[in-house]
Structures are given as C-alpha cells and as structure tokens.
C-alpha cells in the first residue's frame, strides 16, 4: 500500500476513533440532558468512564506493545466503535453508559495508537491526524443538521453509521513496518532531570484541563445562547483540529517544540475561560477555533519534546500521565456544575496556566535546549 493510501486510511481510523467513537458524546450531550434528564454530574461520571477506558488501553498497548500491531484487534475496535454507539441508545441507565463509553475508550485507544503507528516517521503523518478534526467536524455536522428533527437516540445510530462508514476505510490500514533508529555510536542518551519532570506534569495537567473544555463546550454554549450554537462551535472545532497537524508542522520549521507547546498552551487558555467571560456566539466560535487548532498540536509537540528531552518510553509516559489527566479533570468539575459552567471553564483555564508554565520550565531546562542552531 502505497503512503498516501496508508495516509488516507489512517486520517479514517482517527476520524472513527476519536472524532466519532469518543467525541459524539459531546455534541449529542445537550440533547441527552434535555430529552433523557440526564443531570450534568451523571454526564461527567459517564464521559470519566470513557477517559478510564482510553486510558487502561493505552497502558495495555504500552506493556504489550505487539497488540499494537495487530490487523485484528484493530478491526476488533473498530467492529467495538460501532456496538458501543448503538448500544447508547438500548436504555436510559448512567451504569450501562458508563460500562458502554468504557468500552469505546478501549476500542478508541487501540484504533488510535495502531494509526499513529502507521503512519510514524512517513509523510503521511501530518494527513493522518487531521483525521481527529474531519471526525469532530462530521459529528457536529449531524447535530447540527439532524439535532432539530430527530432525537438523540436517532442521533446515536447516525454516529454509528458514519463511524462504520469511516471504519470501511481504515479496515485494510496495515500495520507499522518501522524500527527504532539506532543512536550513532558512542551517543549517549540525554538524561531528562527537571525538564522531564516539568514536561510530564505539564502534560497530565494538560489532560486535566482540556478535557473540560473536550466534554461540556457544547452544551456550555448551547446553554447560553441558541440550540444550534453549541454543535455549530463543535464543527468549527474540527475544522480547526482538521488543519492544525498541518500549521503546528509548518511552524515546528521555524521554533523548538517546547517553545511552540507553551504557545499552543497559552492559546488554549483563552480558549477554557472565554465561555465563562465572554458570551455570544462570536466568544463562541473563538473559543472552538483556539480550542480546535491547540489540542492536537499540544500532543504532538508534546510526544516530539519527550522523546528529545530524553524520557525514557516517552510516549508510553506521557499517554498515561495524559490519561489520568483526563480521568481526574471531569471528576474535579462534576461538583461544579449544578450552576452552569462559568466555574468548570476557568478552573479548567487555571489548570492550563500551570500547565503552560511547566512547559516553560521545561524549556529552559531541557539538556539539549541549544542544539538546534536558529530554532528556539
């Protein structure tokens, strides 16, 4: 299979796995609340459960890390993605939905790491993630057109066709072929310190904090303004995450990845505390471009600056600090929600600020900070 083929089928497994398996929880979820009275706190303990299963299967594919090149449990996650949409819509019941987006976490987890893989080191790479944002984007696309016609239950099945439809796509996505590059001779390993530790802090805090944003944007700006306007800021979240691999990549040229990650950080500050400061749906649509064009960066920048720092297995490292982030982050605002969402959004954006200035931290401390001549 030729790059661009693999590109094309990676950019669909994404686009199945998080823009629709994990994330058209997000823009269904005002609709759930409304139809279903489904109190905001029971939602956040069932999109925790999500995080938990994205999480536990990125663990597992780091300890074993051979299933991460297997054909067959990705079309096993991928079949996963599919069930666990149409199984939404079996009942209204917090435990069965928590059990059920467990599931998705752990189909969304595999399908992603088995893409990235893919596509690791080939110049498909930039193609394939802008397959998170072509997801999001579909997903609030069918809100949006179908939101005001049919209920969240039809709005589930929807998910679940265009994910199987995107999943056709990816289904014949072979695994990675690459190896690690071996170090010249006598190089040794950089030794990360304090800017490993900074780096990875940062980005569990990451996780923290935009996952906040990731889960109750939607309905924060639904609640505000028209019905229309939360999945309308959500398709303008993926179209901004859908051309963001391509810009960060652009930039990464001309700056170091930790500089352009406090950026990417910065940026997304705005983005948490401008719903609670600011409404209207020009706020709105900021807030989902910033949001939309930092997340998928951050993590990129993030993977680039660990592994160059020097810690060991980064990405296994910063997957798992990330996903406990993501755990943590709803739990934390669950209680916060009774009165709206102005308290979960700028606590979410105090996160970042941390996380932002961990970055930083890890920047002037990296081992190799000056290596690259004329990129800062």
């Not at 996952?211 to 944007?217: M, N, P």
Request: proline share 6%; aromatic share 8%; charged share 10%.
């Amino acid at each position: 299979m030729n790059t661009r083929r693999i590109g094309f089928g990676a950019l669909a497994g994404l686009a199945a796995a998080m823009g629709l398996g994990r994330f058209a929880y997000t823009p269904i979820l005002p609709l759930m609340q409304e139809q279903a009275g489904i109190s905001p706190g029971s939602t956040a303990i069932v999109a925790t459960f999500n995080y938990l299963g994205y999480f536990l299967g990125a663990i597992a594919l780091a300890i074993w890390p051979r299933l991460a090149r297997s054909t067959v449990l990705l079309r096993a996650s991928l079949l996963a993605l599919v069930a666990s949409e149409i199984a939404m819509v079996l009942a209204v019941n917090v435990p069965l939905w928590s059990v059920v987006r467990l599931i998705a976490g752990l189909a969304s987890a595999v399908v992603f790491v088995y893409c990235a893989n893919a596509v690791a080191g080939t110049a498909a790479a930039g193609t394939a993630f802008c397959g998170v944002g072509v997801g999001i984007a579909a997903s609030g696309v069918l809100v949006v057109g179908l939101g005001e016609v049919v209920g969240w239950r039809a709005l589930w099945w929807v998910s679940a066709l265009a994910t199987a439809l995107f999943g056709l796509v990816a289904w014949r996505l072979p695994p990675s072929a690459a190896t690690a590059a071996p170090r010249p001779d006598g190089a040794a390993p950089p030794r990360p310190g304090i800017a490993g530790w900074a780096l990875g802090t940062s980005y569990f805090l990451e996780g923290v904090g935009y996952i906040v944003l990731g889960t109750f944007l939607v309905a924060a700006v639904a609640a505000g303004g028209e019905s229309w306007e939360g999945p309308a800021a959500w398709v303008i979240v993926g179209l901004a995450a859908a051309i963001s691999p391509l810009l960060w990549t652009r930039l990464r040229r001309h700056r170091s990845a930790e500089s352009l990650l406090v950026i990417a950080l910065l940026l997304q500050v705005v983005s948490a505390v401008s719903p609670a400061l600011v409404r209207g749906p020009s706020a709105a649509a900021v807030s989902a471009v910033l949001f939309g064009g930092t997340f998928i960066g951050v993590v990129m920048l993030s993977m680039e600056a660990g592994a160059r720092i020097g810690i060991p297995r980064a990405a296994a490292v910063l997957t798992a600090a990330y996903g406990i982030g993501q755990i943590v982050g709803p739990l934390v605002v669950a209680p916060m929600l009774g009165d709206g969402y102005d308290a979960a959004f700028l606590t979410a954006g105090g996160v970042l600020v941390a996380s932002a200035a961990l970055a930083a931290v890890a920047r002037w401390t990296a081992p190799d900070r000056a290596a690259t001549p004329g990129v800062r």
